[in-house]
């Protein structure tokens, strides 16, 4: 019985080692290979008899147990492509299959998890690696912003697309006055003839418009008034007068030349607080800010001279798509060549509560199992995850110089191991020889 169980327990110490090896040599094999997770083996002991005093000892062998050691991470490596990603800490990036995307008719696609890909837009834009990995991430309203959706579903994602031949125009929907406006023209005696300004804007469908603005001295019999009209027309609109306000200039020592007080003669209201005027455009709503009362960064009434200081609006023409990158915050901002940027989707980063029970799938994609628990969709750098970084891989966890020694230490005990079993031949020939 001894005897046998020696020659069982070679064997298994046979199978164990080879398991090893078998590890080492994925893992070297793989030491080039982007967001590669470093396997390992472990042994463990049987035991079938432990009778103390019995006078005889069975030998259980070994038996060698592999995992993937999926939270141990590799390097960043620097490359030139803004959509080469990984993730600097905990967490992983959401993609799918292309052939799962293919056959995708609603609802949710197929979530898989990896830690770094070199995304590159495919023949319809959508973000893919070489091996048909697909990233996905949550779409962007109109205006930039991120909807709330289910973090712990990944019915929202949806595959990023990315056209080149892509356009958009930013509608203008601010714009700041810094004028002053001369004091002389207030006086009495002076001509009241209508200081003319003219602000470019853009529409909802990038067309350049105009808002014409007439400031108009009211001039008195004797004295100053300190106080104009401002007529507001939109050219979209034909010219027609989108407000008409009355400007009261202060001229007291300590404030003299600020606004004194504006009242609405037609359109939007003046907020006092925010010092705005509220104008309806044919593109839309416009913020117009001229100053608070008592504010000298607005409109001002000053010397003898027409001065528009500081004129300053959002908003910018169509333009083409030239660059897209994501941010530290998993955000893909597409920048086009009039200078507007915009929010196009936002990337999540994937969490589970164990990484090393996800279960291990081809191209360095792992799935959620069990052992792993649910997953989380975290804004990248929220919580326990990490930032997302563009223009970076991550290397392979494999330590070469590790492997290799644990190579020499398997291979010594895979010899050591054959010959417990050469051993366990010569004494079951010796056993047999005792017969003849």
Do not use: C, H
Not at 360 to 380: E, I, M, R, Y
Not at 394 to 402: H, I, K, M, N, Y
Request: aromatic share 6%.
């Amino acid at each position: 019985m001894s005897i046998s169980s020696s020659l069982n327990a070679g064997v298994s110490g046979l199978s164990a080692n080879a398991t090893r090896l078998a590890t080492i040599s994925d893992n070297i094999a793989n030491s080039s290979t982007y967001g590669y997770k470093r396997a390992s083996a472990d042994f463990e002991n049987f035991v079938i008899s432990d009778t103390r005093g019995a006078g005889i000892y069975s030998a259980g062998g070994v038996r060698a147990s592999t995992s993937r050691l999926i939270d141990e991470q590799g390097a960043l490596v620097a490359t030139s492509n803004a959509l080469d990603l990984a993730i600097s800490g905990r967490g992983m990036l959401p993609v799918t299959t292309a052939v799962s995307m293919n056959s995708f008719t609603g609802g949710q696609l197929p979530l898989m998890m990896t830690t770094t890909g070199a995304f590159r837009p495919d023949a319809n834009g959508i973000l893919r690696t070489e091996s048909g990995l697909v990233l996905l991430g949550w779409p962007a309203n109109a205006d930039g912003s991120i909807p709330a959706l289910p973090r712990d579903t990944g019915a929202g994602l949806r595959p990023v697309v990315v056209n080149a031949n892509q356009t958009a125009g930013d509608p203008t929907t601010a714009v700041k006055l810094g004028v002053n406006l001369p004091a002389t023209a207030t006086e009495a005696g002076a001509p009241g003839t209508p200081l003319p300004l003219s602000i470019e804007y853009f529409g909802n469908l990038g067309t350049s418009d105009s808002l014409d603005i007439a400031f108009t001295p009211t001039v008195p019999a004797t004295g100053a008034s300190n106080t104009w009209t401002m007529e507001i027309r939109d050219s979209a609109q034909n010219g027609a007068v989108i407000g008409e306000y009355t400007l009261v200039f202060d001229d007291t020592r300590a404030t003299g030349g600020t606004l004194a007080s504006v009242t609405a003669v037609s359109g939007g209201a003046y907020d006092p607080v925010g010092g705005t005027l509220a104008l309806t455009a044919a593109g839309g709503p416009i913020t117009m800010a001229i100053g608070k009362p008592g504010d000298p960064a607005g409109l001002t009434q000053l010397s003898d001279s027409f001065a528009p200081i500081s004129v300053t609006k959002d908003g910018s023409p169509v333009g083409n798509l030239t660059t897209v990158e994501v941010d530290e915050k998993g955000y893909v901002i597409a920048t086009y060549d009039t200078g507007f940027t915009r929010r196009i989707y936002q990337i999540p980063v994937v969490d589970v509560p164990n990484p090393n029970g996800l279960i291990t799938l081809d191209n360095q994609t792992f799935k959620v199992s069990p052992d792993s628990g649910s997953f989380f969709l975290w804004d990248a750098g929220d919580g326990p995850t990490g930032a997302v970084v563009g223009y970076a891989r991550e290397g392979s966890a494999t330590d070469v110089a590790a492997e290799l020694t644990a190579l020499i230490q398997t291979q010594r005990a895979y010899s050591s191991n054959a010959k417990v079993i050469q051993t366990v031949d010569e004494m079951l020939q010796e056993t047999t020889n005792i017969k003849r």
